[in-house]
Nanobody
Framework: QARLVESGGGLVQPGGSLRLSCAAS????????MGWYRQAPGQNRELVAG????????RYADSVKGRFTISRDNAKNTVYLQMNSLKPEDTAVYYC????????WGQGTQVTVSS
């Protein structure tokens, strides 16, 4: 059974850093891409960052470019999101996403940026 386990969320002051991790297990199909989405209260879920399995190509939301970095460990089927220079507007629930011939979602981890 497919399972995505996220970790690394929490409370941080503006300007601080957090690192999210998502370990995927039980997925038998080829993983095409992994990524992170977020959803703030009253807002739609939005793509934060994604990374291709084939060539490692990455994409980022304009709002996080230069501050967030996505990476992955193919051997461990794990994707990371290093978040630096965090802002209050980054506050949201962050969801891990894995794409095969279907999409898998993690349970979400809360990130709160506040002084």
């Amino acid at each position: 059974q497919a399972r995505l386990v996220e970790s690394g969320g929490g409370l941080v002051q503006p300007g601080g850093s957090l690192r999210l991790s998502c370990a995927a297990s039980g997925i038998t199909n080829i993983i095409n891409a992994m990524g992170w989405y977020r959803q703030a209260p009253g807002q739609n879920r939005e793509l934060v960052a994604g990374i291709s399995s084939s060539d490692g190509a990455t994409r980022y939301a304009d709002s996080v470019k230069g501050r967030f970095t996505i990476s992955r460990d193919n051997a461990k089927n794990t994707v990371y999101l290093q978040m630096n220079s965090l802002k209050p507007e980054d506050t949201a629930v962050y969801y891990c996403n894995v794409l095969t011939n279907r999409a898998y979602w993690g349970q979400g981890t809360q990130v709160t940026v506040s002084s």
